[in-house]
């Protein structure tokens, strides 16, 4: 009504009042700041300036190993003060995560293979294939190898080759179809609230659980089909349900706390699955990729929650191809098919490791080493519509270039990539090589310095 109303005239010896000024837009920076939150919308433009960032940087070689035979797993610890890598000749080193950005980005670089990069470097006489960190003690590491069914556990205070303590597969009833050189374990998880608690997958076919404070053999076994063979496995982040990835390109989940059938809270030893999911009869459910693609099984290399996200977890294909499982409608959300190596006449010995993607800390971009090139991908997997990988991909039409949605960048690289880890507080990216180089990709911080001091 009050655009019907005429204003009453002024007094007199009163001068008319001006008219209000025109509406601002507010400046989103300032907007965050007094609202006291970060939307998506804001965090997803965030992300596309950091994607655009880290396109502009090259890669910096920190360290060569002495062997050549590849980094086939790295993790930092919580605070991001110390970087713990493995290699496939046996080789577990910590580094100091401050020693290597100064080595690149610091007035004096050091030597590469200088021995002050190191915090700990043990060699062992089997092949590592998994290092974790251990939430509830940040001085221990905790690896596997793919010629042993045991879990190590080394102190980084005590320098010493050998273990701190050793934990054994006990008796199960799980009867396997596999061999004795298939019982080796493959991946590692930890609970973040019991550093007593220790999960291990199997290529034979089961998950198993540690209790330390009891015993020093597996106390439960989370048992799959027959013909599973688990690559990796990963916790929900609040440590409810456990999900495991298998070479036929299965996703299995149990819930710890008893599921379905309770199984927790009945037996000793044996937990049953709640529910699973084959990866390739998801894909056939999208429309779009089912008319372009033919469809077939693939191995999962690797599977991860985004930190950001906890609803998101990310999976990663033997034939290159990363994408998005939404945990609670168990739905394929999110997707990037780059080309086989074969289309591209690759060496295709490199298909035959495993590749360990990591996520950002906070961006929802997920850092996966290019199965075809020497580089990395940063695919943007933000949770909407608007990112570039989801599957109904919904292209802003604001015209302003500040609406527009992140895009997919690629890193060429010095060597071809074999695992990832990404620092939990800044913007780096360390990637491990066939050549067991590790590549740091960073921004590079300068100091600024008054002229007139």
């Known amino acids: 009504m009050d655009k019907f109303l005429a204003a009453a005239p002024p007094h007199s010896g009163e001068e008319a009042a001006p008219p209000p000024p025109p509406r601002r837009h507010r400046w989103r920076r300032i907007a965050v700041e007094l609202d006291g939150r970060i939307d998506g919308r804001s965090r997803h433009r965030e992300s596309r300036l950091l994607l655009d960032s880290f396109a502009e940087k090259t890669d910096k070689l920190v360290l060569l190993y002495l062997n050549r035979e590849g980094v086939s797993a790295m993790e930092f610890d919580k605070k991001g003060i110390y970087l713990a890598s493995v290699t496939f000749s046996g080789c577990l080193t910590v580094h100091d995560f401050e020693t290597l950005y100064c080595s690149i980005y610091g007035p004096s670089c050091s030597m590469p293979d200088d021995s002050s990069n190191y915090v700990l470097h043990l060699s062992n006489p089997v092949p590592l294939n998994t290092v974790r960190w251990n939430p509830g003690n940040q001085d221990e590491i905790a690896c596997t190898s793919s010629q042993r069914d045991k879990v190590f556990l080394f102190d980084i205070g005590y320098v010493s080759s050998a273990p701190t303590e050793v934990l054994h ?261 360390i990637a491990g090589t066939q050549f067991s180089s590790l590549v740091m990709i960073s921004q590079e911080y300068k100091t600024i310095r008054n002229p007139e001091s």
């Open 169 to 429: 597969k006990g008796k199960s009833k799980f009867t396997s179809l596999y061999s004795e050189s298939c019982k080796s374990l493959t991946d590692l998880a930890f609970t973040s609230d019991d550093k007593s608690r220790i999960f291990a997958s199997g290529l034979d076919g089961a998950v198993y659980m540690w209790d330390r404070r009891s015993s020093k053999t597996h106390c439960l076994d989370f048992v799959a089909s027959p013909e599973s063979q688990f690559n990796t496995i990963k916790l929900t982040l609040d440590n409810r349900t456990l999900f495991g990835a298998t070479k036929n390109g299965t996703i299995h989940v149990w819930d710890l706390r008893g599921g379905r059938a309770s199984a927790a809270f009945q037996s000793h030893n044996e937990v049953q699955q709640l529910s699973s999911v084959k990866v390739s009869t998801l894909l056939g459910k999208i429309a779009s990729l089912k008319e372009q693609s033919n469809i077939v099984s693939s191995p999962i290399l690797s599977i991860d929650f985004n930190p950001s996200c906890s609803y998101q977890l990310a999976f990663h294909l033997d034939d290159g191809w990363s994408g998005v499982l939404n945990v609670n409608n168990l739905s394929v959300t999110h997707l990037h098919c780059p080309p086989p190596a074969w289309l591209e006449s690759m060496d295709l010995v490199m298909q035959n490791q495993l590749r360990k993607p990591t996520w950002l800390s906070a961006s929802s971009i997920y850092a996966v080493g290019s199965s075809s090139y020497d580089g990395i991908y940063l695919l943007d997997f933000h949770p909407d519509t608007s990112s570039a990988c989801h599957v109904d991909y919904k292209e802003e039409t604001r015209g302003s270039e500040e609406n527009q949605p992140a895009e997919n960048k690629f890193i060429p690289l010095s060597q071809r990539v074999l695992s990832c880890a990404a620092h939990p507080l800044s913007p780096t990216i």
